[in-house]
């Protein structure tokens, strides 16, 4: 945003109404042409940009001698020189009535992440279509995504009507077929509109090249149209940082997202249930008798109660929800797939924690709305999804309140924005399942067996040596009548994990099931030995975090790929190099190895016999096993 715009946003918005909108639909159906020529004709340009506007068009453009009103918008290179949005870009204007602040979201397939940024905050989407094209695939994926995201406004912009020779029919013909598509998606307006972006037709006056259309300009229309959102009225306050300069003043500062509230009025913290009241409000301009939302504030407390980043205040009387389980949206804007029952980090508000996304119940088909059965979602796809979060969050539903409904996944190692979701509720089970104290406990029953539970967990290649080496250990314990189970993953294969097969998703959920019957046998006070590949570093750390610090023994044995190949005991390698075998570990497929393992075994030069010794070597450095 330059700073003339800025200015102009702020002094012609005054106390004026303001409404946010986007434009959005597939690619090259003119949404930076449009929001360019509607800055341009609502005289919302100033001279020297025009000037700028008119060399770059020179330069860059695509409309021959013709200024190029998308180059208004498109501010990166790479944007002007593929003549596409890639970026959300920000523009503000405003007329006599109101304020607007318009997101041009990108059209490419790839970039679906970004409009759904875009859409994020808005009140109405203008989704254009190509008059020669129709309704695309990327239209209804748009639109889609505009009705999850609360948008209820939807102005159909049918472009380039100038090249259809502004026929009624081709107009009529999309309007039909985007009304049928649109009827179970909960728009509560939409007011299809035939433009021409390029030579302005019906962008801030009505045209005279389509005499047959009586409805509003656009202009006209975003001025006029009546936005009520259903804005939450609780208040809702998430803690953005505890401050606290010196030992006489703690202050917890954030912004009120929705609500308000008052000096004196009481509040609770949402995930301890603890209550007090609000002592003052504070802000750099002194004490605040109220506070609204939008406001950024410091709160003062009567009484010192445990409340950290992240935590959620509101009134005892309109608590949100609390649990650990909850049904969301998800749209997946990754282009490594979803793993259920891999761990991601999951912001919801300004609260982060681990969670997973524990199952798919359906797939969305953008084109019919039709639910589908799905193991894991790809790029751009939408699910509706159950997810678990290690420790309970504080939510409201989305459709309830869009600040605290709303959450992203992120790639724990990449960090990387992996996915956005809409909370839909609480899982029931979440609040109404409690953890069932025994009367013999974990110590109990390790005691009787004179050892202490663990997981021992070899990973590493197929052909490394895995199995091999945990029998031995396994042999060695049992001559020291110590109390040991094997989990074998051929073994499991053949029973507990025998529905599961061999995708990223159907890996990371047998390495699920594994690491809750170790869990359990753990429980139980065995040393538990696990022999599995287990390739993803993700689905590892999964399993360690089930476990105390010292009970999990990351075992990596380390053997050169061409040696496993060598050996090829199930001869697997072979498959592979004869094709019949896909997505193989080590050679199509990742393997990431163990970056910090509790032992790191070099089976070159070194027998399975000398390595089982190894293991046991350190069992009895750590006390895992008592005196024989």
């Not at 025998?498 to 429980?523: C, H, P, S, W, Y």
Request: proline share 4%; net charge neutral; charged share 25%.
């Amino acid at each position: 945003m330059t700073f003339i715009e800025t200015t102009k946003c702020l002094v012609g918005a005054g106390t004026k109404d303001q409404m946010r909108f986007i434009t959005c639909g597939s690619v090259d159906d003119g949404k930076s042409t449009l929001i360019g020529r509607l800055l341009h004709d609502s005289k919302m340009i100033c001279e020297d940009q025009l000037t700028a506007l008119e060399r770059d068009s020179a330069r860059h453009g695509t409309t021959g001698s013709d200024i190029d009103f998308a180059l208004l918008v498109d501010g990166l290179e790479a944007e002007r020189e593929q003549g596409i949005t890639i970026d959300v870009a920000y523009r503000f204007f405003s007329t006599q009535r109101r304020s607007f602040i318009v997101a041009d979201t990108p059209g490419h397939e790839q970039y679906t992440r970004n409009m759904a940024t875009g859409a994020s905050n808005a009140e109405l989407a203008i989704i254009l279509i190509d008059a020669r094209k129709g309704v695309l695939v990327q239209t209804k994926r748009h639109s889609f995504i505009c009705s999850l995201l609360g948008i209820r406004h939807v102005v159909l912009a049918v472009n380039k009507i100038d090249l259809v020779n502004y026929e009624q029919k081709s107009f009529d013909r999309i309007v039909d077929d985007y009304s049928t598509f649109a009827a179970g998606l909960g728009f509560t307006s939409i007011v299809p509109i035939p433009i021409s972006a390029r030579y302005g037709d019906n962008l801030v006056s009505r045209s005279d090249h389509t005499n047959w259309y009586i409805g509003p300009c656009l202009l006209d229309h975003l001025d006029s149209v009546d936005i009520q959102p259903n804005a939450a009225t609780a208040f809702r306050f998430p803690v953005q940082w505890v401050n606290r300069p010196n030992q006489d003043f703690r202050g917890y500062a954030g912004s009120v997202v929705s609500g308000s509230i008052s000096a004196g009025d009481e509040i609770v913290a949402a995930a301890s249930g603890q209550t007090t009241r609000i002592k003052r409000i504070v802000t750099q301009k002194g004490d605040l008798p109220r506070a609204e939302a939008g406001d950024a504030v410091t709160i003062t407390l009567e009484d010192e109660i445990d409340i950290s980043r992240g935590d959620l205040l509101a009134r005892p009387s309109e608590p949100p929800k609390v649990a650990n389980q909850f049904a969301a949206y998800l749209i997946w804007m990754d282009k490594d797939p979803l793993v259920p029952g891999r761990n991601y980090i999951l912001r919801v508000g300004s609260q982060t924690k681990t969670g997973s996304i524990t199952a798919i119940e359906h797939r969305i088909d953008v084109n019919t709305r039709e639910h589908l059965a799905a193991r894991t979602l790809r790029l751009n796809e939408i699910g509706f999804c159950k997810v678990a979060t290690a420790v309970t969050v504080a939510f409201d539903p989305f459709d309830s309140n869009r600040k605290t409904g709303s959450f992203i996944v992120i790639d724990p190692h990449t960090n990387r924005t992996v996915g956005a979701g809409m909370i839909a509720f609480a899982v029931q089970r979440a609040t109404n399942i409690a953890l069932q104290p025994l009367s013999v406990d974990k110590a109990a029953r390790a005691a009787l067996k004179n050892q202490k539970p663990c997981v021992i967990w070899f990973t590493g290649l197929s052909g490394a040596g895995k199995s091999t080496i945990a029998n031995i250990v396994d042999q060695k314990l049992f001559a020291m009548s110590c109390h040991t189970m094997i989990l074998d993953g051929d073994n499991l294969r053949h029973g507990l994990n025998r529905d599961l097969g061999f995708t990223q998703a159907d890996r990371a959920e047998n390495i699920r099931r594994v690491g809750e019957v170790a869990k359990l046998m753990a429980d139980s006070g065995l040393i538990v030995i696990c022999s599995f590949i287990a390739p993803y570093r993700a689905e590892r750390d999964m399993i360690r975090n089930l476990f105390d610090e010292e009970e999990f023994i990351e075992v990596f044995v380390d053997t050169p790929l061409e040696e496993c190949a060598r050996r090829d005991p199930k001869g697997l390698y072979s498959k592979v190099k004869s094709g019949e075998i896909k997505s193989f570990t080590g050679i199509d497929a990742p393997y990431e190895r163990p970056l910090r393992p509790e032992m790191h075994l070099t089976t070159l030069g070194q027998t399975a016999e000398q390595l089982a010794d190894a293991v046991v070597n350190l069992l009895v450095a750590r006390a895992v096993i008592g005196d024989r």
